[in-house]
């Protein structure tokens, strides 16, 4: 009798779970779905659409053997329409591929430098409120158009979308663009304490691909010149517009300011010998530190950049890995940063009044309420604060090599 | 009642602590940020303490009439007819957190995890869970609570330590937020967040460890404050305050955002499955309170066969909001003052009538 009361229990929970656990309305089949690799956005000719642009990758490429990308030809297509909103185009998008757009994957989103100028604000809720995006979605601006772009094909990557979240990861060796996750650039665009950067992507004429194997290209395809993708430095918005772009070295400047950069090989002339040229590793000594005092309605900033430098190479003579000269060096180094940051600030001063650095931050920290810091506007008082910067730059280590060769 | 089994000390304060802790996977971090701005967490830090004056109330009348929950007490006070008021407002807002709360953790499993699924088929789903763990009663619900309590734990510490890798700091400037009054105003009505501690003026003498009543409230109510304190915090130091009241669900947003590297991305469908636990647990012991409330009130001897009745009628309250954002704001913003009413009101009440009436044992003596 209990048997069968037991066995009856059994099977109600077995088809209960057989009508509940299946998940009937949500079930994606993996070969059904056309995964996004990345995606970008542009405005349309007439201003009012926009131009989507979609990276979607090929399976069977991507998953196939250890032969190398670029011999089986692409492992990503690349399909653009014009729509008025970013999902509808994926809707166009399915009238022409048979599979579902999904972004389950997607891992990078590239604005035209078009849509960028004309304002991202039209756009930004498209980003947040559907659920498949994440906020770790890497941003880009494209200064190229986007289709061009994404059609590039890496040359060590067998994924495209893998090649974007690489390069920008790699700024922490060069500092020389910005890595903006979707994240970070709402914060920054809701806070009014700092204005938006993205770092800008764009072609270049390739300089590497020929001398690996010329031979073959020229003879498949004469004419045609090979293209690289390239960061070209960071997009500078005031709202949600882009106003201007810094080029590769600002952009490791502004990281000193905002405290990203990690570390860069740089060059410099010879203090001591016009002739000759220093090559050093500057890396973050330690955080800059900003401090702020405002009197009589002014705001004056003292920045404190601290930078330690490594020798690479030494072309003249002289022997900088003396005491004396080390300091000397380090002074001399520290002067030329200065003087770059110093220039920067007065570009983002005086041409685009727009705050990348962050100095607002410090400017809310003494405020006691959220009413205060709103009626006081920040924007407008930025381009009148007075900022004094401070560098100091600490010779550390000098490589292996003591004193530089000498012919005797 | 007598069927009932008893709880033990550490069991029952986990439940009390998931109780009260649950909500900060649902839309509670974004209401307080939007009503305490960047002072939110001292806005949760105010609304604790005056749950902590509500609580030794509480404390209070249970150390008078020892071995009574509150809907007993109540009755012994003011007699039958004025008690059974007492006791269904008692009922009312059990059910209805119960009905609502259950309305939005459906909303956020079909928001996280199952789009394209009716909300109908995962309120049945889960309603089936509800009425299985009320029939087995509260102990097994403790139990349970017990025994995911370490983990839920230890998931809540992954979630922050990897969000901490992206906080910052300086967002929680400006300090005092909205202002001191705003503040102070705002935080009598939020003291509703900590409202769920009524559950142990149910289980209270169910405890094994009647004595240790009073540590077991205090325990669990600073352990919650610090929770959701904490969490709320998290939300401000990740998202800035001004993006944060914008969000839905800012705690599952922030277990997308956790990311160790590339080699593991995209990890919240593993919180996704402890979320369902916290919700199990959290429905499950508030439809036991509104399920042995109603049965209280209104002296029905076993409280089992009310169980489907009452679970048929949480679900259509859960279905009474027209939409996702009606069901948050009603819970967070129209309802909080009741709730806060019922949550300090009526323990405030009852001692007061039982200073008067004199009744109970003299908690002096």
Same mark, same amino acid.
């Given at each position: ?408 | ?104 953790? &459906?909303?956020?499993?079909? @928001?996280? %995890? =199952?789009?394209?699924?009716?909300? /109908?088929?995962?309120? $049945?789903? *889960? ?101 959701? &304190?904490?969490?709320?915090? @998290?939300? %401000? =130091?990740?998202?800035?305050?001004? /993006?944060?009241?914008? $969000?839905? *669900? ?116």
């Amino acid at each position: 009798m209990k048997q069968k009361k037991n066995i009856s229990r059994i099977t109600f929970i077995i088809l209960i779970n057989l009508v509940i656990l299946t998940g009937c309305w949500d079930r994606r089949e993996l070969d059904n779905l056309a995964l996004v690799q990345a995606l970008g956005f542009e405005l349309a000719p007439d201003s009012r659409h926009v131009l989507v642009s979609a990276m979607i990758a090929i399976p069977s490429q991507l998953a196939g053997g250890q032969s190398g990308g670029g011999a089986n030809g692409p492992n990503v297509i690349v399909v653009t329409k014009e729509a008025p909103s970013i999902y509808e185009g994926f809707n166009l998008i399915n009238t022409s591929l048979n599979r579902e757009i999904t972004l389950l994957q997607n891992q990078v989103i590239i604005f035209g430098e078009k849509l960028a100028k004309h304002g991202i604000q039209d756009w930004l809720d498209h980003l947040l409120r559907y659920r498949e995006m994440r906020r770790t979605l890497l941003i880009f601006v494209s200064k190229d158009p986007i289709s061009e772009i994404m059609t590039v094909n890496p040359k060590l990557e067998k994924s495209p979308a893998e090649y974007y979240t690489d390069l920008s990861r790699l700024s922490i060796k060069h500092g020389m663009s910005p890595e903006i996750i979707l994240n970070q650039l709402i914060n920054t665009y809701e806070s009014s304490v700092q204005e938006i950067i993205l770092p800008i992507i764009g072609l270049k004429a390739s300089t590497t691909a020929k001398s690996v194997s010329s031979d073959e290209k020229s003879q498949d395809k004469p004419e045609k010149i090979e293209k690289e993708i390239s960061t070209m430095g960071t997009a500078i918005f005031k709202e949600d517009r882009m106003v201007g772009y810094i080029d590769n070295y600002e952009t490791q400047t502004l990281l000193m300011i905002t405290n990203q950069f990690r570390e860069a090989m740089l060059t410099t002339k010879d203090p001591l010998n016009k002739n000759g040229k220093i090559s050093f590793r500057l890396s973050a000594g330690g955080p800059t530190k900003i401090r702020y005092h405002s009197q009589g309605g002014k705001n004056f900033f003292t920045v404190t950049v601290n930078q330690e430098a490594d020798l690479i190479s030494i072309q003249s003579k002289i022997d900088y890995t003396k005491p004396n000269y080390e300091d000397k060096l380090g002074k001399y180094i520290a002067a030329q940063i200065k003087q770059r940051i110093e220039k920067l600030i007065a570009k983002a001063q005086q041409d685009y009044q727009a705050d990348i650095f962050g100095f607002g931050i410090k400017v809310r920290n003494t405020m006691l309420t959220t009413n205060e810091w709103q009626r006081y506007n920040w924007r407008k008082y930025f381009p009148n604060a007075i900022i004094k910067v401070k560098v100091n730059v600490s010779i550390r280590r000098v490589g292996v090599q003591l004193r530089p060769p000498d012919p005797s | 009642m007598n069927n009932d089994g008893k709880l033990g000390y550490r069991e029952s304060l986990s439940l009390l602590i998931i109780i009260m802790t649950g909500k900060i996977f649902l839309s509670f971090p974004r209401d307080m940020v939007l009503l305490g701005q960047t002072a939110s967490w001292l806005l949760v830090i105010l609304a604790g303490l005056i749950s902590l004056i509500a609580f030794l109330l509480l404390n209070n009348l249970l150390q008078r009439f020892p071995n009574k929950n509150i809907l007993q007490i109540s009755s012994e006070i003011f007699g039958r007819s004025i008690g059974t008021i007492i006791n269904c407002s008692l009922f009312l807002f059990f059910i209805i957190i119960t009905g609502l709360f259950f309305r939005q953790f &459906t909303e956020s499993f079909i @928001l996280s %995890i =199952l789009p394209h699924t009716p909300i /109908s088929v995962i309120s $049945l789903s *889960f309603i089936i869970i509800l009425i299985y763990s009320c029939y087995l009663g509260i102990e097994a619900i403790s139990r349970l609570a017990q025994f995911y309590g370490p983990y839920v734990l230890l998931a809540l510490i992954i979630i922050f330590g990897f969000s901490l890798t992206t906080a910052n700091f300086q967002q929680l400037a400006p300090v005092l937020g909205p202002g001191i009054v705003p503040l102070l105003k705002e935080s009598l009505p939020q003291s509703s967040i900590f409202s769920e501690l009524l559950l142990l003026g149910i289980i209270a003498p169910l405890v094994r460890e009647q004595n240790k009543l009073f540590k077991l409230g205090l325990n669990s109510l600073i352990i919650a404050i610090f929770i959701n &304190t904490l969490f709320t915090t @998290l939300v %401000i =130091l990740v998202y800035n305050y001004e /993006s944060a009241n914008k $969000l839905l *669900f800012p705690v599952f947003q922030l277990a997308r955002l956790v990311a160790i590297e590339r080699f593991a991305q995209r990890t919240e469908a593993f919180f996704v499955f402890l979320w369902f636990f916290i919700a199990g647990l959290n429905l499950s012991s508030l439809f036991y309170s509104t399920v042995t409330s109603f049965a209280q009130t209104f002296r029905i001897k076993n409280y089992r066969p009310l169980i489907i009745p009452l679970g048929l009628l949480v679900y259509t309250i859960s279905l009474i909001p027209n939409n996702m954002t009606q069901s948050v704001e009603l819970n967070s913003f129209e309802m909080d003052n009741y709730y806060a009413i019922i949550f300090f009101g009526i323990p405030l009440l009852l001692w007061i009538g039982a200073l008067i009436r004199r009744k109970g044992i003299r908690s002096k003596s």
